[in-house]
């Protein structure tokens, strides 16, 4: 996926939150998604940034897609997200916790993916000595 502000080497780059953003907007566009929908995610991703930062969360989409794309996370297998990794395998993995997980499996699903977010929460267990020391690892 490109991220980039444009020619001009003056322009900044997008942010995660940008993308995401605009990323609504377009679903909202192209009527895939109401407007009572695109305003509570809206609003969801007003809050994403007090709970995680995009370097934060640029990091775990990466290590998230390297997982998907070698196979090692177990993945949705029916409806629209076949395919698409569990919030559960994510958090097992990558040591994410219940506040962030949703924001990461979300962020993944629509900037990597090109699926709509999951919109819901899934049960999380609680971190394991193994799993914390696995998720620093990388």
Do not use: C
Not at 14 to 34: D, G, K, M, N, S
Not at 68 to 90: C, N, V
Not at 120 to 126: F, I
């Amino acid at each position: 996926m490109h991220r980039g502000g444009g020619s001009s080497p003056m322009m900044s780059s997008t942010t995660l939150l940008q993308e995401q953003y605009a990323e609504v907007l377009l679903r909202f566009r192209r009527r895939a998604l109401p407007l009572t929908a695109a305003i509570e995610e809206l609003t969801r991703l007003a809050r994403r940034s007090s709970v995680l930062d995009d370097s934060e969360l640029q990091s775990l989409l990466s290590r998230i897609d390297h997982a998907h794309s070698g196979g090692t996370l177990k993945t949705h297998t029916a409806g629209p997200w076949t395919g698409a990794p569990t919030g559960r395998a994510i958090a097992e993995r990558f040591g994410v916790g219940k506040v962030k997980l949703r924001d990461v499996r979300d962020a993944y699903y629509t900037l990597h993916l090109g699926l709509p977010p999951f919109n819901a929460d899934e049960t999380v267990p609680a971190p394991s000595p193994i799993t914390t020391m696995r998720a620093k690892m990388g």
